[in-house]
């Protein structure tokens, strides 16, 4: 693999498979993973708790909560301080290694960095429908609220700190639908755009959109 640094940005509809397949293939590339924990991380730096950010509503649990709320449902003003501070860690981690980060703008943070892979993955309803009920374990009323509820959060904050849309393929190197090839070979494929990206005749920074 390349020794110059290189960062994957993973964008993703809800339901898409997106979170597991952007590990997977950190690991089989063997470099840094960085998703919900950059908030985590950002509410730590600035001594905050999510508690302390945000009075957390009894109806949302654990994960979904970030994935709605990525910044918390604080004022805008410190929403926009952790936004901050979360950029500086994204502009940190791109300058210290090679890594993939999900989500969190960093499409948008890291558009002019060379070396640097922006990637969307999405599916058809009826595939993430299927997921939301079999791997989160989802009723289809549920299901169905969390689908849209979740990309339309996502949308908003993009909207609201990046200027464009997640699936923008404007801002993308790559559109990939996981369900054509599922988790295994969507990753297969992502492996082999990458290595084709970092040898040496190819160019620091792919400018034309592909879409599979």
Do not use: W
């Given at each position: 693999?390349?020794?110059?640094?290189?960062v994957?940005?993973?964008?993703r509809?809800?339901?898409s498979?997106?979170?597991?397949?952007a590990?997977?293939?950190?690991e089989?590339?063997?470099?840094g993973y960085?998703?919900?924990?950059?908030?985590?991380?950002?509410?730590k730096?600035l001594?905050?708790?999510?508690?302390e950010?945000?009075?957390?509503?009894?109806?949302v649990k654990?994960?979904?909560f970030q994935?709605?709320y990525?910044?918390g449902?604080?004022?805008?003003?410190?929403r926009?301080?952790i936004?901050e501070?979360?950029?500086?860690?994204?502009k940190e981690l791109?300058?210290k290694?090679?890594c993939?980060?999900?989500?969190r703008?960093a499409?948008s943070?890291?558009?002019?960095y060379?070396n640097?892979?922006?990637?969307?993955?999405y599916a058809?309803e009826e595939?993430r429908?299927?997921v939301c009920?079999k791997?989160?374990?989802?009723s289809p009323i549920?299901?169905?609220?969390?689908?849209?509820?979740?990309?339309?959060a996502r949308e908003?904050?993009h909207?609201?700190?990046?200027?464009?849309l997640?699936?923008?393929p404007?801002y993308?190197d790559?559109?990939i639908?996981?369900?054509?090839?599922?988790?295994?070979?969507?990753v297969?494929?992502?492996?082999n755009?990458?290595?084709l990206?970092?040898?040496?005749e190819a160019?620091?920074?792919?400018?034309k959109?592909?879409?599979?």
């Amino acid at each position: 693999m390349s020794e110059k640094k290189y960062v994957i940005t993973i964008s993703r509809q809800f339901g898409s498979l997106g979170r597991p397949i952007a590990k997977k293939l950190a690991e089989r590339l063997g470099i840094g993973y960085y998703d919900r924990e950059l908030v985590d991380r950002t509410a730590k730096e600035l001594n905050m708790t999510v508690s302390e950010i945000v009075e957390l509503e009894e109806s949302v649990k654990g994960g979904f909560f970030q994935m709605k709320y990525p910044l918390g449902l604080g004022t805008t003003s410190v929403r926009d301080k952790i936004f901050e501070n979360q950029k500086r860690i994204i502009k940190e981690l791109a300058e210290k290694e090679s890594c993939v980060i999900v989500g969190r703008c960093a499409d948008s943070i890291l558009y002019e960095y060379e070396n640097t892979l922006h990637i969307y993955i999405y599916a058809p309803e009826e595939e993430r429908f299927e997921v939301c009920k079999k791997d989160f374990g989802m009723s289809p009323i549920e299901a169905k609220r969390m689908m849209v509820e979740v990309d339309k959060a996502r949308e908003r904050y993009h909207m609201e700190y990046a200027g464009f849309l997640p699936g923008d393929p404007k801002y993308k190197d790559l559109l990939i639908d996981s369900s054509v090839l599922g988790v295994e070979k969507t990753v297969d494929l992502l492996e082999n755009y990458v290595k084709l990206f970092l040898s040496a005749e190819a160019p620091k920074k792919i400018k034309k959109c592909i879409q599979f």
